[in-house]
């Protein structure tokens, strides 16, 4: 069967994995944002707003090429404020801020201003 191990060398590595175990700590560090209860109704608030904002735009739908690409602006900007909020993106690079750089985005890809959908 070849090179196996044997109990000795399975006992000492069994031992040795529960001293390292018993060193951690027993509660984990959390790494996660904590939240109070204002700051996420605050953003239930904002997702509510934004949410509203689409819906209108749902609602009212353009009918030429120019309205269609200011109502895609006004959109990718309303995600743009949504994911700032969201992901906690309260200090944004000079000369940029999340609409801004979903607009970017958006004309890289092509879509901005390009659409062939009606």
Same mark, same amino acid.
């Given at each position: 069967?070849?090179?196996?191990?044997?109990?000795?060398?399975?006992?000492?590595?069994?031992?040795?994995?529960?001293?390292?175990?018993?060193?951690?700590?027993?509660?984990?560090?959390? !790494?996660?944002?904590?939240?109070?209860?204002?700051? /996420?109704?605050? +953003?239930? %608030? #904002?997702?509510? $707003? &934004? !949410?509203?904002?689409?819906?209108?735009?749902?609602? /009212?739908?353009? +009918?030429? %090429? #120019?309205?269609? $690409? &200011?109502?895609?602006?006004?959109?990718?900007?309303?995600?743009?404020?949504?994911?700032?909020? #969201?992901?906690?993106?309260?200090?944004?690079?000079?000369?940029?801020?999340?609409?801004?750089?979903?607009?970017?985005?958006?004309?890289?890809?092509?879509?901005?201003?390009?659409?062939?959908?009606?």
């Amino acid at each position: 069967m070849g090179n196996g191990y044997n109990g000795l060398w399975v006992e000492s590595q069994g031992s040795r994995c529960a001293a390292l175990w018993n060193e951690c700590a027993p509660e984990p560090v959390s !790494l996660d944002p904590q939240y109070s209860r204002r700051d /996420h109704e605050a +953003r239930e %608030i #904002a997702y509510d $707003a &934004e !949410l509203r904002a689409v819906e209108w735009e749902a609602r /009212h739908a353009p +009918r030429t %090429i #120019a309205a269609r $690409a &200011e109502t895609q602006e006004r959109l990718i900007a309303s995600f743009g404020q949504f994911a700032a909020n #969201a992901l906690d993106l309260s200090a944004n690079p000079p000369h940029s801020s999340p609409a801004t750089f979903f607009l970017l985005a958006s004309s890289l890809r092509g879509g901005h201003g390009s659409s062939t959908q009606p």
